[in-house]
């Protein structure tokens, strides 16, 4: 099989050529770090990459595979690790210079999961400075004048450049489906509590959410399903594993789902060409989806997240600011601040409130299969010193819903536009199905 072949294919169907023997796992890594030697000096998609290391572990799964034992779910598929999650034989810098050299004793519990199912872990993916807003030196593959996102800004652009097929994120407010949406690739973010979290620079223990990019829904279902289990030490994580969810993601559905689409409570900030390209969905779906308006008290939810978000990364990341303040952002600076200044009231009300508004979205998901809604307010901006709004994601990092965004869209600069589809907390493999379903729809009607 020549390099072009495979350097295109799906991750899902790299594994399999991998495990026939077609792919080597040797072969896989080696042209991929090829790829980032040649063209990552002008994306900065990457902070680090060890190709005596990389090569070592590759050689060392095509012996697992020619010895005849069983070989993992992942065997042989490169991968992207972003920044901020611990691998003890490459640095973990977090995206800050006070971490500048800093290697971790031990692998946080995912990155274990993706070697002990056969991944090949390539490298490290830039992130913002301590995965909030100051950002790093990554562009957006479409047009490098442009940003990539943030805070997962290296692993979207990584999968988007076609130098992986699959990266990990993680996801506080918009990290995941914001960037992915940028750079046209698929973002999914499983329910809150779903992959541990071991291992992660912890910035608040009520949002933090794992994620994973990748080029189709097939391929982020394969890698979730090895990473959702619990570990023992996240408390967060409860008794569910991901066993099943690729087969559901990439099966049919047994009825046609119908769709709530849900401006929600940052409507205004969407540009009017994303408005207008909405508006085309819905007509295309036809009476496959309903607008629905959430009650007025779900703008609270977006406060309710700042607050949450304030105060528990001023207690994550506060140690920054005091070590080495010069050192620290003004953006990063301002957020310990403001989280110090939030009250223990206003802070446990916050907390309280989120079984709340998932109640009232459980009403929703009881006649809806999921949500659509915009993943960005539009196209990723110029400019490289900000990585975006991520108004559109903001309800639903709170909320602790899965999501996934679908790159459906284009706008008027020829830039991706994702499609963000939300569902029930804990109906992951539906919601996977339901936007495979959605893509399958759209085809159709294109045809």
Excluded at 236 to 262: E, K, M, N
Aim: glycine fraction near 10%; aromatic fraction near 6%.
């Amino acid at each position: 099989m020549s390099k072009t072949q495979h350097m295109s294919m799906t991750a899902a169907k790299l594994v399999k050529a991998i495990a026939s023997g077609e792919v080597s796992s040797e072969a896989a890594a080696q042209e991929r770090l090829d790829k980032i030697e040649a063209e990552d000096g002008a994306l900065q998609a990457w902070s680090f990459t060890d190709r005596v290391l990389v090569e070592r572990k590759a050689l060392s799964l095509k012996a697992h595979r020619q010895s005849g034992a069983p070989l993992g779910p992942l065997h042989g598929l490169p991968i992207g690790v972003k920044d901020i999650i611990d691998t003890a034989d490459m640095p973990t810098e977090n995206g800050t210079v006070v971490d500048k050299g800093r290697r971790p004793r031990q692998d946080a519990t995912l990155v274990r999961r993706l070697l002990a199912a056969g991944a090949v872990v390539l490298g490290k993916t830039h992130t913002t400075e301590c995965a909030y807003f100051s950002p790093g030196p990554t562009r957006n593959p479409h047009n490098p004048a442009r940003t990539p996102g943030g805070s997962s800004s290296g692993s979207a652009a990584a999968v988007a450049a076609g130098m992986v097929q699959v990266a990990i994120g993680t996801q506080t407010n918009g990290s995941v489906i914001r960037p992915a949406s940028f750079c046209g690739v698929v973002g999914f973010k499983p329910s809150y509590g779903r992959i541990p979290r071991n291992g992660l620079l912890p910035l608040s223990k009520t949002l933090d959410q794992v994620g994973v990019f990748g080029t189709t829904i097939e391929d982020v279902a394969l890698v979730a399903e090895v990473l959702i289990a619990p570990d023992g030490v996240d408390e967060s994580v409860g008794h569910t594993t991901g066993a099943g969810l690729f087969d559901v993601a990439t099966s049919s559905s047994p009825v046609r789902p119908q769709l709530a689409f849900v401006k929600g409570p940052t409507w205004g900030r969407a540009e009017s060409y994303m408005a207008e390209a909405f508006a085309e969905l819905v007509s295309a779906l036809g009476d496959g989806v309903d607008e629905v308006p959430l009650p007025s008290v779900f703008e609270e939810g977006v406060a309710n997240q700042r607050t949450v978000m304030a105060a528990e990364m001023a207690f994550g990341l506060g140690g920054y600011l005091d070590k080495a303040p010069e050192l620290i952002s003004a953006q990063l600076t301002q957020l310990i601040e403001e989280g110090r200044g939030v009250s223990a009231l206003d802070y446990q009300r916050a907390v309280a409130a989120r079984p709340v508004f998932n109640a009232g979205l459980e009403q929703l998901f009881e006649r809806y299969d999921a949500i659509v809604t915009p993943a960005a307010p539009g196209e990723a901006p110029m400019g490289l010193d900000a990585t975006g709004d991520p108004a559109f994601c903001t309800l639903w990092s709170y909320c602790g819903t899965p999501a996934i965004t679908l790159p459906l869209m284009t706008g008027p600069n020829d830039m991706p536009i994702g499609v963000q589809l939300v569902g029930p907390v804990g109906d992951d493999a539906r919601l996977l199905r339901t936007a495979r379903w959605l893509i399958e729809r759209l085809q159709e009607g294109a045809a």
